[in-house]
Structures are given as structure tokens and as C-alpha cells.
């Protein structure tokens, strides 16, 4: 029997566990419950795969991401893992041989979609579950069982009546990647764990660098990201459907490999879309939040929130799609008050259709401290670690926020002027929103200032010696403040508050952090992890790569993951033993690949 250092190296091609995961294995081994909180790219799949070959029995997995399942099951069974899913993605034919497979103790791992756990949907084949020898259930995506997480899915409420159905009760193992204290105690309730190993390995991932913009031209801010990033893989999210049509428009138009995601497309749509980003006929994934959900794409380099989600979990766990290998990955959130706007009214909007869920004033507070994090100065690292019980250093040096350099600028006059601004129009009987505003303070004169006679406002042109994006900050400040306020509907116009006569009568002083001012001609350095740059090595191992998935019909990461193709270019194994050190390489995939791997090696060596 091998043990669990051997299936790590063996069948995986990994030197040692990562943090926790030795723990975890140990735990599911001795026959305990399990509750594990790990970031993504922790490789908590591990954590439940090699107790699975371990262990006597049957494992199944209840996942809700069919792009997961068939991703994994492809990458064990390149690893000749004995392994198959059960999900609505199945021709009837399909099920029925899989079916037979699983009823003939075919398979050591069976992922299942929670939809399927009812004695219905195994109708035709009753004596299954009661002879079937399951060793062990994992609940993927745990979080989903809990009314206070941020993705409830009423069919995970099967999972604790299907493990009670079973002949004998095999250990429970659930996995999250995001989870408060209130949805940890809801986990374990909804899936009665009993006397389980807790264990949150820590939500940091180093190799993420985090970054908030409050771009006047979100369009003109993206493209020049993209062309920064270019050829590399990534993904934008955006709020609604609509933004996803337009944004993927305007960026295919433009000349970039993206295409879309959301459910408003048809399912063979959206399998034909995330198939070409998948396998790297596209190189950007435009999306809603209906995206990405267990997609294991490893190469993902950047992550790019068009609009801002309705909270930390969400953005977190969205974020956490960049750099699963390990390798440096950018994680950038657009931010404008508009955004906070839109997610209250689809906060409202779903509570009215679900006949007020009761969670209407949770998820605005939860809404509060992701708009907190858009406007904060501090670290934002420390900000998203905090959010999840963690003491983090005030300084990581590796976000925006660290980056810059913020004073404390006292912005009393500013303030008074553009409250004064929003009066005044108010006196004509108008409503503007900030576009105007500030084209109305800086003096502007084109052709809607002018035809309106908004020049003739004793406001007009007050603040022509500020930028577009300095008064822009300030309003976003005195918004979140509550001086000022934003009217409802599609297109808000900035409205006084309760508190704006504080700032005009009363003369309250006023201070904000801005960041400082970069003296003329200096040039500012950035943090950004930059991702591995294509040396010509690389460039080859990945071509070879994409040549061996083609033939296998597989994405390339399957094959090997970014980081192993780099760790290929700095150590430059030329052997089997060599490439047997090579993380990600297991005695299955060195017998596969490396001779292709190693001859491409010793071809670049000699022309060098």
C-alpha cells in the first residue's frame, strides 16, 4: 500500500505538501470529519484526492461546477486515475455507462453534481448506492449550503439526506475557499459534521497583487491594461449582461482575442465560449459572475472587475481565479459610486422577487464593506485579510494602496464648491450627474454647457485649476460620506443630503487622503508582480504544449501548468531523473512527455 508522500510525488509530481494539507490528509485517513477553509491555488484538491486513492472505498465528490469536474477528472485520468462525473452534461447513453462503471467499482473517484443526489436520479440502477463501498463524501464549494454565504444553492440541502441514506456513514469532508465565522457554523450545522478537524490555512495569496482604480474612462483604462498584458490570459467581470455585451464588443472590435460569458446566452454559447478561452483560442474572458466558478485554468494572469461585485467573498473568490500556479497575477477592481448604485438596486431587486428574503440588510452591509475597501487608503491586502478574521501587517508592498503615497489634504473649499455646484443647479430646477458637475466647475464649454447656459452659474469654472480625477475623488469622498447623494434610476444625478448644509452653512473643515502629487518629469516605479515575461525557451514549451493538448483533445494545462513549463526553463532537466524534479511532473506524465519535453530543451541549449 503506498503511502501519502508517494501518491504526492508519484501520481501528482509534487517534492511536498503545501500548508495544512498534510493535516487534512491525516485527519480524512483516521476517519474524522473535516472542515477546511483554503484559499484558491492552496491545492485543496489534493486534500481529498490522495486520501481517495488511499482509502479502500469509493470517494464522491458533490461539486455544482461541471467545468470543474470535467477538468479534474481529465487531469486524474492523464495521471491513469480510475475517475468520471455525473452531471446534466451527460448524453443518456453516457450516464448509463458511467452508471455501469460505477455499479461495476470502476472508478476510485466519482464527482457528482448536488442536482443528482436523490434516490430518483439513480432510478435505474437501486442497488448502487447499497452496495457501493463509499469511503469517503467531500462537499466542494461548501459555503453553498449556508442561507449567509455569498452563492446559496438550495441543492446542496440534499447533500446531508443523500450521506444519511447511505448503509454506512462515510467521513464528511467540506471545502471552501471563502467563509466567515457565520458561515462556518452554518456549514457545519447544514451537513451535521460531527466532531470535525477545523483548519483555515489562511486566506493570503502572495503572489496576487491587488490594485483599485477609479478610472474617468473605464473603456480607455482597460485597453491600455490589455495592451500591457498582452497575450496573456485573463478575465473581466462585469456586473450585467448588457455590460458584457458591450465591453466584449468593443474590445473584439478593437483587436483583442475576447469573447463572453452570461446566461443569457444559449448553453452551446456559452460551452463554445469558455472552451475557446479554455483551451486558448481566446485569450480574454469577458463575463458575468456565472463564470468561472471551479474553472481550473491555471494561466489565468490577470483578473479585471469592470464594475464593482456586491461583496468581499464574491471579489475575493473571483479575484483568487488569477495565478492558480503559483505565478505572479494581477487582480484590478474598477471602482466608481454608480457601481455601489446598481448592486443595491440588485440587492432590492432579488429580495422583491423572492418574496423578501429576510437578508435584504445583510447583504447591504455586506455591500458597505467592499465599497469601504474601493475608497480605502490603507493596505488592501490587509483590508480583505482582516474582512476574514486575519491579522495582517500594515504594509504588504505588494497592492496599489502600498504603492502609492497618501496625505491627508484639507479639501473644506473644494467641498464647498461643488456642494455649491449641486445648489445652484437645484435653483434652476436641474439635476446633473458628475460628468457635468465637474465639467461645469473646470470651466468647460462644450456644446451641452453652453446650450444649457450652464456658464452663466456663478460656480462655472471655479475649479479649472483641479483635474477631471481629483474633483472626481472628492465627489466619490463626499458621496460615501453622506454630503452629498446620488437620485435613483439608471443614470443617478449627484442630489444634496441631509448633511450638505453642514459643509455650505455651517463651514465644517474637511480632510481627505489624496495620494501626493508627483513632482513634474518624475517617473514612478511600480509593485506590480509582473507575470513571467515569454523568453524563447518558454515560447516552445508552450507551443509543444498546445501541440500535445490538441492531439489529446485536452486543455493545455492539463498537460503541465505555466509554472512548471517556467521551472522547466530554469532548471533545464535533460534526463527522466531530472525531469522527474520538475514540480507537477509524476512518474505517469515524466513517462508521457518527457522525451518531447527535454528534446525541445537540449535543441534550444545547443543553438544557445
Known amino acids: 500500500m503506498p503511502g501519502k508522500h508517494s501518491v504526492l510525488k508519484n501520481v501528482f509530481g509534487y517534492e511536498h505538501f503545501r500548508r495544512g494539507q498534510e493535516d487534512i490528509i491525516d485527519s480524512i485517513l483516521s476517519g474524522r470529519d473535516i472542515l477546511a477553509v483554503m484559499p484558491t491555488g492552496a491545492g485543496k484538491s489534493l486534500c481529498y484526492q490522495i486520501p481517495a486513492l488511499l482509502l479502500d472505498g469509493i470517494t464522491i465528490i458533490v461539486s455544482p461546477l461541471i467545468s470543474l469536474m470535467k477538468d479534474q477528472v481529465q487531469a486524474l485520468q492523464d495521471n491513469n486515475v480510475a475517475a468520471a462525473f455525473i452531471n446534466s452534461s451527460l448524453s443518456a447513453d453516457e450516464y448509463t455507462q458511467t452508471m455501469r462503471g460505477a455499479r461495476n467499482k470502476a472508478y476510485k473517484i466519482i464527482y457528482i453534481a448536488p442536482e443528482r443526489l436523490s434516490q430518483s436520479a439513480f432510478a435505474d440502477f437501486p442497488d448502487w448506492l447499497a452496495t457501493s463501498p463509499i469511503s469517503l463524501v467531500v462537499i466542494d464549494e461548501a459555503h453553498c449550503v449556508s442561507h449567509w454565504g455569498h452563492d446559496f444553492r438550495p441543492s446542496y440541502m440534499r447533500v446531508t439526506p443523500f450521506i444519511d441514506a447511505l448503509p454506512k456513514r462515510p467521513v464528511v469532508a467540506a471545502f471552501t475557499a471563502t467563509a466567515t465565522e457565520r458561515v462556518k457554523t452554518d456549514i457545519q450545522n447544514a451537513l451535521a459534521l460531527q466532531n470535525p478537524f477545523l483548519i483555515t490555512t489562511g486566506f493570503d495569496r502572495p503572489n496576487l497583487y491587488f490594485s483599485v482604480e477609479k478610472p474617468e474612462n473605464k473603456m480607455r483604462s482597460l485597453k491600455k491594461h490589455l495592451a500591457r498584458l498582452k497575450n496573456k490570459s485573463g478575465i473581466i467581470y462585469c456586473s450585467t449582461r448588457r455590460h458584457v455585451e458591450d465591453v466584449c464588443d468593443t474590445l473584439a472590435d478593437s483587436g483583442f482575442s475576447a469573447t463572453r460569458y452570461h446566461a443569457g446566452l444559449t448553453p452551446d454559447e456559452r460551452r463554445l465560449n469558455q472552451d475557446d478561452f479554455i483551451y486558448d483560442r ?327
Not at 401 to 422: H, P, R, W, Y
Request: aromatic residues 8%; neutral net charge.
Open 282 to 608: 481566446k485569450t480574454i474572458m469577458v463575463a458575468t459572475n456565472a463564470f468561472g466558478m471551479g474553472i481550473n485554468k491555471s494561466n489565468v494572469s490577470f483578473v479585471i472587475h469592470h464594475n464593482m461585485p456586491k461583496n468581499i467573498e464574491s471579489y475575493y473568490q473571483e479575484a483568487g481565479r488569477a495565478g492558480r500556479d503559483g505565478s505572479g497575477a494581477e487582480c484590478i477592481l474598477f471602482y466608481n459610486y454608480e457601481d455601489v448604485k446598481t448592486n443595491e438596486f440588485l440587492i432590492e431587486k432579488s429580495a422583491e422577487e423572492n418574496g423578501g428574503t429576510g437578508l435584504t440588510a445583510y447583504n447591504l452591509e455586506l455591500l458597505k464593506q467592499i465599497t469601504f475597501y474601493a475608497t480605502s487608503t490603507d493596505c488592501l491586502r490587509g483590508r480583505l485579510l482582516s474582512y476574514f478574521g486575519e491579522t495582517p501587517s500594515n504594509y504588504c508592498g505588494a497592492c496599489s494602496n502600498c504603492d502609492a503615497q497618501f496625505e491627508n489634504v484639507d479639501i473644506t473649499l473644494a467641498a464647498q464648491k461643488i456642494i455649491s455646484c449641486v445648489y445652484r443647479l437645484k435653483q434652476r430646477g436641474k439635476r446633473f450627474g458628475k460628468t457635468i458637475i465637474i465639467q461645469i466647475l473646470r470651466g468647460s464649454k462644450n456644446a451641452k454647457i453652453m446650450n444649457a447656459n450652464l456658464n452663466d452659474l456663478s460656480v462655472w469654472g471655479i475649479m479649472k485649476d483641479s483635474s477631471e480625477h481629483e474633483i472626481r475623488d472628492i465627489i466619490d469622498f463626499l458621496v460615501s460620506k453622506e454630503y452629498l447623494a446620488l437620485s435613483e434610476g439608471e443614470f443617478p444625478a449627484l442630489i444634496e443630503s441631509g448633511k450638505s448644509g453642514e459643509i455650505i452653512f455651517d463651514k465644517k473643515p474637511l480632510e481627505m487622503m489624496l495620494p501626493k502629487k508627483e513632482p513634474a518629469g518624475a517617473s514612478k516605479t511600480s509593485g506590480k508582480i509582473d507575470p513571467v515575461q515569454d523568453g524563447e525557451l518558454l515560447l516552445r514549451l508552450k507551443t509543444l504544449r498546445t501541440e500535445l493538448a490538441a492531439s489529446a483533445r485536452t486543455p493545455a494545462y492539463i498537460i503541465f501548468s505555466d509554472a512548471s513549463l517556467n521551472a522547466m526553463c530554469r532548471r533545464l532537466p535533460q534526463t527522466q531523473a531530472e525531469f522527474l524534479e520538475i514540480p507537477g511532473v509524476g512518474a505517469v506524465k515524466a513517462e508521457k512527455y518527457c522525451a518531447s519535453f527535454t528534446r525541445v530543451i537540449r535543441e534550444y541549449m545547443t543553438e544557445a
